[in-house]
């Protein structure tokens, strides 16, 4: 037996079980909000992307190595600027990404004895390939068999 005092906050000590039940998602509706998503960001985030790109791709003076302070500064600053860039550019792809992986998803399940046949792995493979030509048939998996 565990003494009391090495068991942890009583709170947490049912950590990782979950009584959920069976876990319901209406597909029709991810799929809608997803398309909105996506026309909100072709609409209005997309236009704006390469005036946020170019301003970002400013160049700022190397100052003078006798300014340590300064020197990490733009270092960290040229740091920020890449991850931004990536970050404007992948938020848009991702959005469009997971349109297209939830009306593939939508789909291939449409019908209602379909969606308890929808596997954790099918949905799973929308989001990484949602280009449904060169994705594996729902319900096997990648390397032929069953899933």
């Given at each position: 037996?565990?003494?009391?005092?090495?068991?942890?906050?009583?709170?947490?000590?049912?950590?990782?079980?979950?009584?959920?039940?069976?876990?319901?998602?209406?597909?029709?509706?991810?799929?809608?909000?997803?398309?909105?998503?996506?026309?909100?960001v072709r609409h209005n985030y997309r236009p704006h992307m390469r005036?946020?790109?170019?301003?970002?791709?400013?160049?700022?003076?190397?100052?003078?190595a006798d300014f340590g302070e300064l020197v990490s500064f733009l270092?960290?600053?040229?740091?920020?600027?890449?991850?931004?860039?990536?970050?404007?550019?992948?938020?848009?792809?991702?959005?469009?990404?997971?349109?297209?992986?939830?009306?593939?998803?939508?789909?291939?399940?449409?019908?209602?004895?379909?969606?308890?046949?929808?596997?954790?792995?099918?949905?799973?493979?929308?989001?990484?390939?949602?280009?449904?030509?060169?994705?594996?048939?729902?319900?096997?998996?990648?390397?032929?068999?069953?899933?």
């Amino acid at each position: 037996m565990i003494p009391e005092e090495d068991r942890g906050p009583a709170w947490l000590r049912d950590y990782g079980y979950t009584d959920f039940g069976d876990i319901e998602a209406d597909i029709a509706a991810m799929e809608q909000f997803a398309k909105k998503l996506a026309d909100d960001v072709r609409h209005n985030y997309r236009p704006h992307m390469r005036s946020v790109s170019t301003s970002m791709l400013t160049e700022l003076p190397t100052p003078s190595a006798d300014f340590g302070e300064l020197v990490s500064f733009l270092q960290a600053h040229r740091d920020a600027q890449s991850v931004t860039q990536s970050n404007v550019y992948n938020f848009a792809d991702g959005t469009d990404t997971f349109a297209a992986a939830a009306q593939t998803i939508s789909k291939e399940y449409a019908g209602t004895d379909a969606f308890s046949q929808a596997r954790v792995r099918d949905v799973h493979d929308a989001f990484r390939n949602p280009d449904p030509l060169t994705r594996p048939e729902p319900g096997v998996s990648d390397t032929g068999g069953e899933s």
